[in-house]
């Protein structure tokens, strides 16, 4: 039987599983970005020892995270905290030139923090007495050195990457098996259809060759069988049947001029008493 965890031990747990995973990049870390990163922190450290604490643990805090708004957030603040301390850094360069009215002003702020506050307001890191000023005035330069150390080694993963839980080591319990479909009686069966036989497609005949005869040929070849019927008639029927068939025959009509009707009408008037005996167009 377990006994259910309390939050202690989830908190000591996590702190385990940082660990390590701490330990295990700083031992697969090439030198090269190592040594950048010592010379950096050192360097930070001297002006004020809170910087690279407070930029490693925001590059942890961001590269923890699978979206980019934390990175965004950090971008955010880098811009106003650098303008910050170089506004800052120019105006000791001009009071420690005593240039027109900054020292006086340099000296009255002097003057404030003094009664305000311990120490003495100076950005040098070489007096023991500014470092609460240090402090307090170069802190803002912590999210631009955490892009510095994203840069020089970069912790994000670009790719998302699975965490197994503890829920996921746990073995899965069988799955029940699916109930069977139920499926309907079989019917009737239907009877196969048996396919058609293929259809003779009829083909016209192929009249591509012949040539239409005229009219006045088919008429002349009527005439011509007509002839040849007659001519053996006589051997095979009797002379009355030949009458009758000659009969029933029909001779060609024959096709006259066509006359001018003026010649018609005149042909056609009356005799005039003054020429009895002469008609237009007709010989008596």
């Known amino acids: 039987m377990r006994l259910p965890q309390t939050p202690g031990g989830e908190s000591t747990s996590r702190l385990k599983i940082f660990w390590t995973k701490e330990k295990q990049h700083w031992r697969e870390l090439p030198l090269a970005p190592f040594t950048w990163l010592l010379l950096t922190g050192v360097f930070a450290f001297c002006f004020n020892p809170l910087l690279p604490i407070a930029a490693y643990a925001l590059q942890v805090w961001a590269s923890n995270w699978n979206w980019r708004d934390r990175w965004a957030s950090i971008r955010s603040l880098a811009t106003p905290g650098i303008v910050f301390v170089f506004c800052l850094t120019v105006l000791a360069l001009l009071d420690h ?13 002097q003057a404030t923090w003094v009664a305000l506050l311990p120490g003495t307001l100076s950005l040098t890191p070489l007096d023991l007495h500014d470092m609460l000023a240090r402090l307090v005035l170069l802190l803002p330069l912590a999210p631009g050195l955490t892009l510095l150390y994203e840069y020089i080694d970069p912790r994000t993963q670009t790719r998302p990457k699975r965490i197994l839980t503890p829920a996921d080591l746990i073995e899965p319990s069988a799955k029940p098996e699916p109930a069977p479909i139920a499926t309907p009686p079989p019917g009737p069966q239907p009877a196969p259809l048996e396919p058609a036989a ?3 497609e ?4 192929n009249t591509a060759g012949k040539q239409r005869t005229p009219l006045h040929r088919k ?15 006589p051997q095979i029927m009797s002379l009355k049947h030949l009458l009758l068939l000659l009969l029933r025959t029909k001779a060609p009509r024959r096709i006259h001029p066509r006359k001018n009707p003026r010649n018609r009408r005149r042909t056609l008037q009356p005799n005039n008493p003054n020429t009895p005996n002469q008609l237009t167009g007709i010989t008596s």
Not at 97 to 109: C, E, M, N, V
């Open 97 to 109: 030139a005593q240039i027109w009215i900054i020292p006086a002003l340099i000296g009255s702020l």
């Open 198 to 200: 293929p259809t003779e």
């Open 202 to 205: 009829k083909t016209p005949p």
């Open 219 to 233: 008429k002349a070849t009527v005439g011509a069988e007509q002839m040849t019927m007659t001519a053996s008639l």
